[in-house]
């Protein structure tokens, strides 16, 4: 909502849900395939927000919480919860909302790994760039499956 010409907080979206990456090669919504797990462009190590091929997302007031399933090893990732109240979160991240993004640094060695998550036609957007001197910026789109939260 538009009031004055501000941008209420309103816009900020809710992130809540079980989201699959959407793989190209597969069709919109299918899975990535499982070769494809570990790949440099699924695995955004470093970054707070790693979901790889799939996630689920709860985000309260003034937290957002990462899960992910276990990999092929059985063994799933730790949690990731970040404070969405300015606080640093002890996953040596800062959060920030502007507007309709949200913005989360991660501070890590010598460097950062900056992620903008945005909502895009329904859809997941991850964007990750990397300190300098890294590589390129990989951008991620996941959708929601229909029965997530």
């Known amino acids: 909502m538009l009031l004055g010409g501000r941008v ?3 816009t900020q979206p809710d992130f809540s849900g079980h989201w699959v990456l959407v793989n190209p090669g597969t069709g919109a919504g299918q899975p990535a395939s499982s070769r494809a797990s570990r790949s ?3 695995d955004i190590r470093g970054g ?3 979901c790889v091929n799939e996630c689920t997302i709860v985000q309260k007031a003034d937290t957002l ?3 992910r399933p276990a990999g092929q090893d059985g063994v799933a ?3 990731v919860v ?3 109240d300015g606080h640093q979160s002890s996953f040596n991240a800062s959060v920030k909302w502007d507007g ?3 913005v989360v640094i991660r501070s890590i060695a010598m460097s950062a790994v900056t992620q903008i998550l945005s909502l895009q036609d329904g859809k997941l957007r991850v964007v990750s760039a990397f300190g300098a001197g890294g590589p390129e910026p990989v951008t991620l789109m996941y959708e929601r499956r229909p029965d997530s939260l």
């Open 48 to 50: 707070a927000i790693n």
């Open 100 to 102: 309709a993004t949200l």
């Open 82 to 84: 970040l404070s969405l």
């Open 77 to 79: 990732a730790k949690d």
């Open 40 to 42: 440099p462009q699924t």
């Open 65 to 67: 919480s990462i899960s």
């Open 8 to 10: 209420t907080a309103q």
